[in-house]
């Protein structure tokens, strides 16, 4: 499976932007997608995701400003975010798995990386 992020930029705080994650068709359904970040010197840390049954996880410090949804048709996750803060600020990483998982292993995968800057 390859995935393919898109959707990063500047945005000023308060405001809002639209992640896309395309995955290429796979012989095994894909039943998760979500979302990982990073800022400089942390570890990844999971944002958001959502899996195929509609069960949904959430970073605490998104928690209603973020929205995890996905076309099944087409197997693309987005992950819209409001209400942005600059500490929202990180490279955002697509993943997916064949596993119905609200955590992902080290065996999902993993796309690149689309980067968010909120700033003035």
């Known amino acids: 499976v390859q995935l393919q992020a898109s959707g990063g930029g500047l945005v000023q705080p308060g405001g809002s932007l639209s992640l896309s994650c395309a995955a290429t068709?796979?012989?095994?359904?894909?039943?998760?997608m979500g979302w990982f970040r990073q800022t400089p010197g942390k570890q990844r840390e999971l944002v958001a995701v959502?899996?195929?049954?509609?069960?949904?996880n959430y970073a605490d410090s998104v928690k209603g400003r973020f929205d995890i949804s996905r076309n099944f048709a087409q197997n693309i996750a987005y992950l819209q975010m409001n209400n942005l803060k600059p500490e929202d600020t990180a490279v955002y990483y697509c993943?997916?798995?064949?596993?119905?998982?609200?955590?992902?292993?080290?065996?999902?995968?993993w796309g690149q990386g689309t980067l968010v800057t909120v700033s003035s």
């Open positions: 959502l899996t195929s049954g509609g069960r949904t």
């Open positions: 993943r997916a798995s064949h596993d119905y998982t609200l955590t992902f292993s080290e065996d999902d995968y």
């Open positions: 068709t796979s012989r095994f359904a894909i039943n998760a």
